[in-house]
T-cell receptor, first 115, second 111 residues
Framework: GAGVSQSPRYKVAKRGQDVALRCDPI?????LFWYQQALGQGPEFLTY????????KSGLPSDRFFAERPEGSVSTLKIQRTQQEDSAVYLC?????????????FGAGTRLSVL | SQQGEEDPQALSIQEGENATMNCSYK?????LQWYRQNSGRGLVHLIL?????REKHSGRLRVTLDTSKKSSSLLITASRAADTASYFC???????????FGRGTQLTVWP
């Protein structure tokens, strides 16, 4: 498709399990972002890739969170040993090289519920 | 942490009325954006206004920006039920690419 695709749409995990969330950005977009959105809040930045390089990971809440984009296209956000406070919607966004506009195109998100 | 605050947090109006949402932000900006989020279409970019612009229009949307007060407003004219969504004021931080979202204004438009 033409938009940002995320999978799975919903994920239920038992506390302590590892999860992997996938993002397929818009073809040709060099920049990719991950955000976390808690219920009733706005999205909060997690990490940013330009091609395969992770240029900013300052928003990752703990070392249990890890993101990669090895070939500069698809990205995976991995959360190890999930905890209840990790329950949120995880949004992926991509944008083109036109940094001055910096319009980000968002996927539908993955809703993670940790029981 | 979030660097913008929308006001009001919730707004409920009838179809055909205008809706005005305000936003205050904390840091210097190059531009300010508004995004909309609903269950049907997810998070979608609406409009971008540059720091050297004071007002911008796009269809039924009108955005103003006052950099001296670090504030912006979004006006939706002749609202429709399909405008029901959360609206976010979004600024870009000094770190390349990173966007800062407020908590949003939940707009409900009744038919």
């Amino acid at each position: 498709g033409a938009g940002v695709s995320q999978s799975p749409r919903y994920k239920v995990a038992k506390r302590g399990q590892d999860v992997a969330l996938r993002c397929d950005p818009i073809s040709g977009h060099v920049s990719l972002f991950w955000y976390q959105q808690a219920l009733g809040q706005g999205p909060e930045f997690l990490t940013y890739f330009q091609n395969e390089a992770q240029l900013d990971k300052s928003g990752l809440p703990s070392d249990r969170f890890f993101a990669e984009r090895p070939e500069g296209s698809v990205s995976t956000l991995k959360i190890q040993r999930t905890q209840q406070e990790d329950s949120a919607v995880y949004l992926c966004a991509s944008s083109s090289r036109d940094i001055a506009k910096n319009i980000q195109y968002f996927g539908a998100g993955t809703r993670l519920s940790v029981l | 942490s979030q660097q913008g605050e929308e006001d009001p947090q919730a707004l409920s109006i009838q179809e055909g009325e205008n809706a005005t949402m305000n936003c205050s932000y904390k840091t210097s900006i190059n531009n300010l954006q508004w995004y909309r989020q609903n269950s049907g279409r997810g998070l979608v970019h609406l409009i971008l206004i540059r720091s050297n612009e004071r007002e911008k229009h796009s269809g039924r949307l009108r955005v103003t920006l006052d950099t001296s007060k670090k504030s912006s407003s979004l006006l939706i004219t002749a609202s429709r039920a399909a405008d029901t969504a959360s609206y976010f004021c979004v600024s870009r931080g000094s770190t390349l690419g990173r966007l800062y979202f407020g908590r949003g204004t939940q707009l409900t438009v009744w038919p």
